[in-house]
């Protein structure tokens, strides 16, 4: 049995503490570097019964560490190959209209994530473009003429490094 020195409880959504051994850690390690590994694979690099693991798998979902399993695609194989970060800056008289800007620009196509931040600029958004004159379209239409919208800076991404690494 793991020490408590080497437990951290993690908030979840219930509000409940769920406590992540070092058995978890590593399960979550794993499957955040490869989320296809097979349980008896996952089983095995963490020294535990393939039915242990699938119940650890499964209490770490219930539990809203691990919040689901996707494909990640690459958007440059499906025609969009220009990535961005978009700061964006509301107007100060929408700061109550946040909730609702925030859906809106997470349903529109190409937009890959949404990021409410506290600092100068109050969104992220990652987004992927077919080409140039696509993202300026996109930039002008969904942002630019928003009148909740006071400024947007777009950033175009070089390249993109994944790490599965923030798990110790």
């Known amino acids: 049995m793991a020490s408590t020195a080497s437990k951290s409880a993690v908030s979840v959504p219930s509000g409940a503490n769920f406590v992540l051994d070092a058995t978890d850690r590593a399960i979550v390690r794993l499957l955040s570097a490869e989320g296809r590994m097979p349980n008896n694979a996952l089983a095995e690099a963490v020294g535990i019964a393939p039915s242990t693991c699938l119940g650890r798998v499964r209490a770490l979902v219930d539990h809203g560490v691990i919040r689901g399993f996707h494909a990640d695609v690459d958007p440059a194989s499906v025609g969009l190959g220009i990535q961005v970060l978009i700061?964006?800056?509301?107007?100060?008289?929408?700061?109550?209209?946040?909730?609702?800007?925030?859906?809106?620009?997470?349903?529109?196509?190409?937009?890959?994530?949404?990021?409410?931040?506290?600092?100068?600029?109050?969104?992220?958004?990652?987004?992927?473009?077919?080409?140039?004159?696509?993202?300026?379209?996109?930039?002008?239409?969904?942002?630019?003429?928003?009148?909740?919208?006071a400024n947007t800076v777009t950033n175009l991404i070089f390249e993109h490094t994944h790490s599965s690494a923030f798990v110790q």
């Not at 600092?119 to 077919?130: L, P, Q, R, T, Y």
């Open 87 to 149: 700061a964006v800056r509301l107007q100060a008289d929408a700061r109550a209209n946040i909730g609702t800007f925030a859906r809106d620009i997470s349903r529109l196509p190409g937009v890959m994530n949404v990021f409410f931040l506290g600092g100068a600029d109050d969104f992220i958004i990652h987004a992927a473009a077919s080409d140039t004159d696509a993202l300026r379209d996109f930039v002008a239409e969904h942002l630019s003429r928003r009148p909740d919208v």
